[in-house]
């Protein structure tokens, strides 16, 4: 799935258990109190956005200064304070804007403090027994600063600069043994962007009427140290699984045609384009606490250290994308055919620290072009009812961390855990479809729809790979060990993954004026998928999708406050790969949520999670 923040690229997701399990981030880089709207697309539907989104596309809009100004109030300033029990978190967000129609300015700040998430976990103390979450403190700050102009002709400028910091520290108590006296590490995840971009709503030219683009600067770093102690040996890491710098931009431009005729075409199309610059890397050393003695070697460290886990790279992309909005029949069906023309490449540097570690292998450019269709109905039955229909191809060419990715450990003498690069690795497709309908009226709302998603070689992350499937050059890692353990990102040749979801709101004042405020609202969702493993030629459960779930619940909302009662049931997963996987039992949770507003300035907000107070697995 990809999440974009105005139109941005959030860094990809990363992770492995090395280096004391500190290989690891994830895409908890904003925060959404800086968000004004949020809009979910299923798959890669749309050809405005990448063709790589096969999952879906999470866009998120960040707010402007005129979500706040109104006319004649020139200035807005605002302050939220939160506590959050699940962490026992304190959190602070303070908004100012100021400014007119013409110029404005918005600044918003967010800094929470907090500490573990909760759990049902009842064994403490230290080691693999523990079933407590370890302790853990964080510290998140993150902030946005925009400014606005809007000139006399329309035209619309936007200079945005926003960022996110989030620091922890942990006490890895579930990591202690008899040999490792204490595991502590802190973790520091960063992005930075500047953008800037303008919007012309009525350039009225013969190619555009409308035409907006930004163009943007991101950089992004996970960092962590940890210090343990093995045996005599006391240990620093120092590692940065993910350091990031992306250069990008997106044109877009719209031209309706035959505005009042029986066939009337909104014509969208645009370029987009992007340069991203990668490294990772992994640091460290020891002390022997009896001689004194330091190195980075295997008498110290579990592994040779320092170490490049991808060659220095770069990945650039190009995109060309169009899409006609053809409406008949007054407006009552609307086709949408799109195209989205991809162009991907991967340049892995000749980085002689990479090449320390992985002896023979080479890593190989990785160029692909690609184009996917779309295509589109929707036909508004009557002002209340309307179907859709939707198909998409999809393409997502590999990471540089699934292609280059390569490090590994010997956590223990005689066992080596290495993750290897696949030079071999295909690109993933997919055809998707889905179909649907709607209704909105006076009553409420509600949506139901059905989709099968067909891909073809499905990147499989972190593989464990067969013994006659290891490369001859990989034994050279650790030699003479008893027991390899080696992983690495393959295509499975075939993937399916099918469902069907509903979703809707009843507003109960439509049958009484005594219910007016009153609503019950709910949603509900199955999946099911199945792939065919490498060397195999039969399908087995995907395990990823996730088990049936529905949720529902009972609202109401007056002029100074309100409330929601929410319940929550989600199925046992009964499709799993091996029969001796885990399967956590169903579960269903309740939920109390309330608002009230005693003056016209001040907001208050409590909620209860988990009312019955349940133990359950997510899965």
């Not at 350091?243 to 005729?261: I, P, Q, S, T, W």
């Not at 002689?352 to 002896?359: E, L």
């Not at 509600?446 to 050059?473: H, M, Q, T």
């Not at 469902?499 to 009484?512: D, N, V």
Request: net charge neutral; hydrophobic share 35%; charged share 20%.
């Amino acid at each position: 799935s990809a999440m974009l923040v105005d139109d941005i690229p959030m860094p990809a997701s990363f992770g492995a258990n090395v280096a004391g399990g500190s290989f690891r981030t994830g895409r908890d880089y904003m925060d959404l109190d800086d968000m004004q709207s949020v809009k979910i697309i299923r798959g890669p539907a749309s050809a405005l956005y990448g063709s790589d989104a096969l999952g879906g596309t999470v866009a998120m809009v960040t707010k402007d200064p005129g979500d706040y100004l109104q006319a004649g109030k020139p200035v807005y300033a605002s302050l939220k304070e939160t506590y959050d029990g699940s962490d026992r978190s304190f959190g602070t967000s303070g908004t100012v804007a100021g400014g007119n129609a013409r110029d404005a300015l918005l600044v918003i700040m967010n800094h929470t403090d907090g500490h573990e998430a909760s759990s049902m976990g009842t064994v403490g103390g230290v080691g693999a027994r523990r079933t407590r979450v370890d302790p853990m403190t964080y510290h998140q700050t993150s902030f946005l600063m925009k400014y606005v102009h809007t000139a006399d002709s329309g035209r619309v400028d936007r200079y945005t600069v926003e960022g996110n910091d989030r620091r922890t520290r942990t006490d890895g108590l579930s990591n202690i043994t008899a040999s490792v006296p204490y595991y502590q590490s802190q973790d520091d995840n960063r992005r930075l962007r500047a953008s800037v971009g303008q919007w012309f709503p009525h350039l009225d030219g013969v190619l555009a009427d409308t035409l907006k683009w930004d163009a943007y600067w991101q950089q992004s770093k996970a960092h962590t140290r940890t210090e343990t102690r093995s045996g005599v040996v006391q240990r620093f890491y120092d590692n940065t699984p993910t350091n990031e710098r992306v250069l990008g931009g997106k044109l877009v431009a719209v031209k309706a045609l035959g505005d009042g005729e029986a066939v009337s075409q909104l014509i969208s199309y645009g370029a987009e384009v992007s340069a991203t610059f990668d490294s990772a890397s992994v640091t460290g050393y020891g002390i022997n606490t009896l001689t004194g003695a330091t190195g980075s070697g295997k008498d110290f460290l579990p592994g040779s250290y320092p170490l490049h886990l991808i060659p220095t790279s770069s990945t650039r992309r190009y995109s060309l994308f169009g899409q006609d909005e053809l409406s008949f029949v007054d407006g009552r069906l609307v086709v949408t055919p799109g195209l989205r023309l991809d162009h991907y490449e991967y340049q892995p540097s000749d980085d002689a620290m990479y090449r320390k570690y992985n002896g023979d292998y080479v890593a190989a450019s990785y160029i692909e072009t690609h184009a996917s269709p779309k295509f589109g109905v929707l036909w508004h039955i009557n002002d209340v009812f309307s179907a859709y229909l939707d198909y998409s191809h999809g393409f997502r060419p590999p990471l540089y961390s699934e292609v280059s990715g390569a490090w590994n450990e010997q956590p223990v003498a005689g066992i080596n855990i290495a993750y290897l690069p696949n030079a071999n690795l295909r690109s993933e497709t997919s055809r998707n479809v889905e179909i649907g309908i709607r209704g909105k009226g006076d009553m409420g709302w509600f949506s139901a729809g059905g989709y099968y998603d067909r891909y073809r070689n499905f990147i499989w992350s972190g593989y464990p790979l067969a013994e006659d499937k290891v490369p001859a050059w990989a034994y050279q890692i650790s030699q003479g060990a008893f027991l390899n353990m080696f992983y690495q990102a393959v295509n499975a040749r075939k993937a399916y993954i099918k469902g069907a979801e509903a979703s809707g709101s009843l507003r109960l004042g439509y049958f009484s004026e005594v219910l007016e405020g009153w609503a019950v609202r709910g949603s509900a969702a199955v999946a099911t998928g199945r792939l065919i493993q490498p060397g195999q030629s039969g399908y087995t459960p995907l395990n990823t999708v996730d088990p049936a779930k529905l949720v529902s619940g009972v609202t109401y909302d007056a002029r100074h406050w309100g409330g929601e009662f929410t319940a929550t049931a989600v199925r046992r997963h009964n499709r799993l790969d091996q029969a001796n996987t885990y399967r956590p039992p169903g579960y269903a949770t309740l939920d109390l949520y309330a608002h009230y507003s005693p003056y016209q300035h001040v907001e208050l907000y409590a909620g209860i999670s988990n009312l019955a107070d349940r133990k359950y697995w997510d899965w």
